[in-house]
């Protein structure tokens, strides 16, 4: 009562006053000044994060070469499998959480995640390096790779299972143990624990930013099995930086029996309150997932030489002006737009956890009727350039047509992603903390497999009698400008529910400014 008593009067916290519910390495109760958490502990926290982020996507955007090269299987069979993989290391938080919050602790199952992510890759180095003396090269490209046994599959597939799991665990436990490291019911600290949210998604835009510029550049021209064991170094570093922060870090109090009992009971309690806004944007992530595919695409088809005579930007190159826009907006809206808003509001955040969701909806949602926009000046140069049936021929038109919607998909990452990242953090209690941040994985999760849904059912729809679809093979022949219509509609009716929950919704108790 004391605590509560003294930061809701909006008086200074005595040195007397104990973090609630925290304790420190030696497991004794310790003060707001005592040295433990804050930026210091935090720092460790982000670095794994971005780690993970660096091999994450260095292997997710590329991992199509590695099964249809070293493994020598067809790309449907690749594509499957890449997508089994994928969808299993954004809905396994469901289970990790679980056990970090009622068993193991978060500490320990982020400790025990990255010894089992790096004999994870320690396997996927050894398997690579020796699968390639198995293939064929001529000059420096590899040609052909001898089909691998049943064994060597299961070896191959055990391994990227273990990365698997130990990514999953990262994304969700580690930034709750980030956030962990700051109290809510102070003013001060809980104005850095918003921050924290906006620094950990810069930690990742840098992580997975690096990948696409060392990984997928190894894992093409050097060999996969180097990628591996940069990645297996990258990530013994990380966690050496995770156990260096071992007797700086804030934990939870460990509970008794009664009280677990009591956790998992509450639950459903828990859970069922925020399934509403899980399930409003759920139609966000459906637009967020064309950001690496159909953006792409479009790129593919058109003019994208820069400098030197025959020099062109890879299609895919261009998605690093999502991260770096990601990286430009967090750090402006953390270090402008919130103290801005926070004159106006007198909110410590400056502006709600919903309308921050709210706004980043909206940016989306422009930013897919810009690429409509785009796109149908697109299609309408290739008609009147006469290579509508032309698959292969480049559209005279700029590839830098193409920046606005990349730009407003990175802002809108840092309004609503990471707005949801905080959100099922800050509305569920201490101990149930990773579960909240398992919602924000599984959302992405399943709003990815509703995206590949939603595009099969108009592709069957609207190529019913012969009729090339919206998807045509050849996108020239298709009408990606309808589906991002489509897209910003859904946005749409995501923002109008947003608003109705938003209007009946009451936050969790915080801290109020001092």
């Not at 004999?119 to 390639?132: A, E, I, K, N």
């Not at 894992?219 to 170094?233: P, V």
């Not at 219509?485 to 109020?512: H, T």
Request: proline share 3%; hydrophobic share 45%.
């Amino acid at each position: 009562m004391a605590i509560t008593a003294a930061v809701y009067d909006d008086e200074p916290l005595p040195d007397t006053v104990y973090v609630e519910g925290m304790v420190n390495f030696h497991g004794e109760k310790m003060n707001h000044n005592g040295g433990f958490g804050g930026w210091k502990s935090v720092i460790r926290v982000i670095a794994v994060g971005s780690i993970d982020s660096f091999i994450f996507y260095g292997m997710a955007s590329n991992l199509i070469s590695l099964l249809t090269t070293k493994l020598g299987q067809s790309t449907a069979t690749a594509a499957v499998n890449i997508n089994a993989w994928s969808g299993f290391v954004y809905l396994l938080p469901l289970l990790t959480s679980f056990v970090a919050d009622s068993y193991l602790g978060r500490f320990r199952t982020i400790l025990f995640s990255l010894l089992i992510y790096i004999s994870g890759l320690v396997l996927l180095t050894l398997y690579t390096s020796l699968q390639s003396a198995s293939c064929s090269k001529n000059a420096k490209y590899i040609i052909s790779c001898s089909s691998p046994s049943t064994l060597q599959l299961f070896f191959c597939f055990s391994s990227l299972y273990l990365v698997g799991i130990g990514s999953a665990v990262c994304k969700t436990c580690a930034p709750a143990f980030g956030a962990d490291q700051f109290d809510e019911l102070n003013p001060g600290e809980s104005k850095s624990k918003s921050s924290f949210f906006n620094w950990w998604q810069i930690g990742l835009s840098v992580g997975a930013s690096s990948s696409h510029l060392v990984l997928n550049y190894v894992q093409d021209n050097l060999g996969w099995g180097l990628a591996f064991g940069i990645s297996c170094i990258t990530m013994v570093t990380a966690l050496i930086v995770f156990l260096s922060g071992i007797k700086s870090y804030r934990y939870i109090l460990k509970s008794d029996h009664k009280e677990k009992k009591e956790t998992l009971s509450n639950i459903f309690k828990v859970v069922l309150p925020l399934l509403p806004l899980w399930i409003i944007c759920l139609m966000y992530t459906v637009v967020d997932a064309q950001n690496v595919t159909f953006f792409t695409k479009q790129g593919s088809t058109m003019d994208r030489s820069i400098g030197r005579p025959g020099f062109k930007i890879p299609a895919a190159a261009i998605q690093s002006l999502i991260g770096l826009s990601i990286i430009l907006f967090t750090a402006l809206y953390d270090r402008a737009f919130v103290p801005f808003a926070r004159a106006f509001t007198g909110k410590p955040n400056g502006i709600t956890t919903l309308q921050r969701i709210g706004g980043g909806i909206v940016i989306s949602a422009i930013s897919m009727v810009i690429a409509a926009i785009v796109e149908h000046r697109r299609l309408r140069i290739a008609l009147e350039s006469g290579l509508i049936a032309n698959k292969t021929a480049t559209v005279p038109m700029a590839v830098w047509w193409l920046i606005p919607q990349y730009v407003l998909s990175g802002l809108a990452i840092v309004f609503t992603s990471v707005g949801l990242l905080e959100f099922f953090y800050d509305e569920v209690p201490n101990e149930l903390r990773s579960v909240g941040l398992s919602l924000y994985s599984t959302v992405f999760g399943i709003g990815s497999l509703l995206s590949g849904l939603l595009i099969s059912v108009i592709q069957k729809v609207t190529s019913a009698g012969g009729e090339y679809g919206w998807f045509a093979s050849n996108i020239n022949q298709g009408h990606l400008d309808y589906f991002y219509w489509l897209l910003a509609g859904l946005d749409l009716v995501g923002f109008v529910a947003l608003l109705c929950f938003s209007k009946f919704y009451v936050y969790k108790r915080k801290a109020p400014m001092s």
